[in-house]
Structures are given as C-alpha cells and as structure tokens.
C-alpha cells in the first residue's frame, strides 16, 4: 500500500467555499479532485478553486 499524507482540501462548491481533509499519495490537484468527486458523487455540481496543502 502507497504512503499516504493527511491533506486539506480548499474549494468552491457550486460557489460556496467549503474544504475536505483527505489521504492523498501526493497532494496533487488531480488526486484531490478524485477525493471530492468521491465525497459528493458524481453530480453536476460545480466544483472550482481547488487548492491542496498538508493539513496540520
């Protein structure tokens, strides 16, 4: 199993700030992007202004 990293997720949902902690392997805006489709399903909600950093 890959090393994971605990990391805050900071978004926009259908414009609404909003964040997410997630296991990520690398922190890239790819993975998280995975991670909240994985939260929210697949919708047609939108999804914007990810940024990814190591949660403390």
Do not use: P
């Not at 489709?37 to 990814?52: K, L, N, R």
Request: charged share 25%; glycine share 6%; net charge negative.
């Amino acid at each position: 199993m890959a090393q994971t990293t605990k990391y805050v997720i900071k978004y926009k949902f259908n414009g609404e700030r909003r964040f997410e902690f997630a296991q990520l392997e690398n922190g890239t805006e790819a993975e998280a992007k995975a991670a909240l489709t994985a939260i929210h399903g697949e919708t047609s909600d939108i999804i914007s202004d990810i940024s990814v950093s190591k949660a403390l």
